[in-house]
């Protein structure tokens, strides 16, 4: 797979993922190209209830807020 890089100067890409295959569905967040904080959601819960906050809280788990995601997976 191909490698993702920001403009020349600024190395420090932001990818917010999220996946919604299973019941729970999870959110990660890559930085420079590495998996840096990921969250499991509660099977139990409708994703409508539950991702909106497992996203921000698994931002805030690495210091960053939605305005700094450069990309979304």
Request: no cysteine; charged share 30%.
């Amino acid at each position: 797979m191909g490698e993702w890089r920001r403009a020349k100067g600024d190395e420090r890409m932001v990818i917010l993922a999220l996946d919604t295959s299973s019941a729970g569905g999870s959110a990660a967040v890559a930085r420079d190209g590495r998996v840096v904080a990921t969250r499991v959601g509660d099977p139990l819960r409708t994703h409508g209830e539950q991702l909106p906050r497992e996203l921000m809280a698994v931002l805030e788990a690495d210091g960053h807020a939605l305005h700094d995601v450069d990309l979304f997976a």
